[in-house]
């Protein structure tokens, strides 16, 4: 079966930096939108950023916008995601998506929808 594995997780200060990766296996890599998404104690699951299946286009939610870099890399079969200027409500579980969507935007889709999912690592911002 699919399985996406992430990993980069750990514990930062504020205004540190931490590179997550995630590695897909079992499903053809490049016919996928890969994305990130993060979900806080309490609170819903919510979009951080998505990529298109050739890696030239890129959406973020506005929370992370130039600060946060989505990057994949077909040829591994593996999507990044670059986290700079970290602050601490960005503290969450951290989950990688694939999906077969038409639109390479996620921000839109419903979560229910996704078709594959990470176990998520988690990232934590200390003040």
């Known amino acids: 079966q699919v399985q996406l594995v992430e990993s980069g997780g750990g514990l930062v200060q504020a205004g540190g930096s931490l590179r997550l990766s995630c590695a897909a296996s079992r499903l053809t890599f490049s016919n996928y939108v890969m994305g990130w998404f993060r979900q806080a104690p309490g609170k819903e699951r919510e979009f951080v950023a998505s990529?298109?299946?050739?890696?030239?286009?890129?959406y973020y939610a506005d929370s992370v916008k130039g600060r946060f870099t989505i990057s994949r890399d077909n040829a591994k079969n593996t999507v990044y995601l670059q986290m700079n200027s970290l602050k601490p409500e960005d503290t969450a579980v951290y989950y990688c998506?694939?999906?077969?969507?038409?639109?390479?935007?996620?921000?839109?889709?419903?979560?229910?929808?996704?078709?594959?999912w990470g176990q998520g690592t988690q990232v934590t911002v200390s003040s």
């Open positions: 990529i298109n299946r050739g890696g030239g286009d890129t």
């Open positions: 998506a694939a999906d077969r969507s038409r639109s390479p935007n996620l921000k839109g889709q419903m979560i229910g929808t996704i078709d594959y």
